[in-house]
């Protein structure tokens, strides 16, 4: 089993649609980061969160640290939001990475 | 905005060489980071670095690899006898105190 899953691993929406990537993850965490891969590798990270919630522009990540579930969130969605959205938990020893959910956003 | 900066942006390498992939971090981070990504699949942690020592390995960073910052400036991972599957794109991050990553563009390495 992975430790940390995503879903959906695909996602197909229209121009300025409401988004929501979920990840969960099976172990002990000191953090998670959700991070954008665009499609040409760059890797840019967008959330680092330990609790609750945090926005930026359009995009807002959540935390449950109980649940061990997080969740990130794009409101009025854009083509150029396109590429593959990663969610990363860092652990006392190393950190590990969800396989991604790639996002398609039609104009 | 200061950025990360990595080069080569590719390398070529025969199996059996050694390749050193450089980085330059954000000049105020305090931690430094090398991750892979083979294609097509996850992104791998490969090692952590701070105050001049690793803090951090995965079990892939195994005695192939090494990391140095020789300068104050450069962060570099040395592959001492490249396999073929070292081929993938190594990503050089760093952050500061509250632990944020700051991530560079990757060098993609390919061993033939």
């Known amino acids: 089993k992975n430790e940390v899953e995503q879903s959906p691993q695909n996602l197909t929406a229209q121009e300025g649609e409401f988004i929501t990537i979920n990840c969960s993850y099976s172990?002990?965490?000191?953090?998670l980061h959700w991070l954008q891969q665009h499609p040409g590798g760059g890797i840019v990270s967008l959330f680092m969160l330990s609790s609750g919630k945090k926005k930026h522009g359009r995009l807002i990540a959540t935390i449950n640290i109980q649940e061990k579930h997080s969740s990130l969130h794009i409101t009025a969605s854009h083509p150029r939001d396109s590429a593959v959205y990663i969610c990363a938990v860092k652990r006392w020893g190393d950190m590990r990475f969800g396989a991604g959910t790639r996002l398609t956003v039609k104009p | 905005e200061p950025e990360v900066t990595q080069t080569p942006s590719h390398q070529v390498t025969q199996m059996g060489q050694e390749v050193i992939l450089r980085c330059v971090p954000i000049s105020n981070h305090l931690y430094f980071y090398w991750y892979r990504q083979i294609l097509g699949q996850k992104v791998e942690f490969l090692v952590s670095?701070?105050?001049?020592?690793?803090?951090?390995k995965s079990e892939i960073f195994d005695d192939q690899f090494s990391v140095e910052r020789p300068d104050g400036s450069n962060f570099t991972l040395k592959i001492r006898s490249t396999k073929l599957e070292d081929s993938a794109m190594y990503f050089c991050?760093?952050?500061?105190?509250?632990?944020?990553?700051?991530f560079g563009p990757g060098t993609r390495l390919t061993v033939t």
């Open positions: 670095f701070y105050n001049n020592e690793i803090s951090e």
């Open positions: 991050a760093s952050g500061g105190a509250h632990y944020e990553q700051y």
């Open positions: 172990v002990g965490i000191s953090a």
